[in-house]
């Protein structure tokens, strides 16, 4: 007899969702996101795609923007942190707060796949086997649950728009 695929995020009637993660799936994406709150006061290169080029071709004008702008995208991501941090542990979160963890787990994914070298097609490069296929297991976990975000996320759209 087949499986039924667990849907740990879902929408109730109310507009909320639900969210039914286990204690050590909590305490894994508490801790990617205090690991990437840590990350985002150094300067590491890990955290680059976080940040993209806004001007390729003018290196001055990047920078310009880096001046103006830097603080506005730190806040968000410190923004988006803050509410993963106070709802992990709720069964019930709004759509608002939901989508706050969509942000949080996509940049920690980020990091991570810049951290794998991993390349357009998903696929990492190959390097210290330990350590990558630890990373490697989160990110996958953390994609999964990503997928159930814009699954649940998905589901609010209304009728014809959920392509």
């Known amino acids: 007899m087949p499986t039924r695929w667990r849907r ?5 009637g109310d507009g909320r969702f639900r969210i039914e993660l286990t204690e050590p799936e909590r ?8 690991q990437l709150r840590e990350l ?11 940040f993209p080029t806004a001007y390729t071709e003018d290196p001055q004008a990047d920078q310009a923007y880096r001046d103006r ?19 992990i542990r709720a069964e019930i979160v709004t759509e608002e707060q ?28 190959a390097a210290d086997q330990d ?3 630890q990373l490697l297991a989160y990110y996958e976990i953390l994609g999964m ?19």
């Open 8 to 12: 740990p995020i879902r929408r109730q």
């Open 27 to 34: 305490d894994l994406i508490a801790s990617a996101g205090q």
């Open 40 to 50: 985002l006061f150094t300067d590491s290169p890990v955290i680059r795609r976080l």
């Open 69 to 87: 702008q830097g603080m506005a995208l730190l806040d968000v991501r410190f923004r988006s942190l803050d509410v993963l941090d106070d709802t």
């Open 98 to 125: 939901l989508t706050e963890w969509m942000q949080s787990i996509n940049a920690v994914r980020l990091v991570i796949g810049t951290a794998l070298d991993v390349d357009e097609h998903g696929e990492p490069s």
């Open 131 to 133: 350590e990558q296929q």
């Open 145 to 163: 649950l990503l997928m159930q975000i814009v699954h649940a996320l998905r589901d609010s759209l209304p009728p014809g728009s959920r392509r």
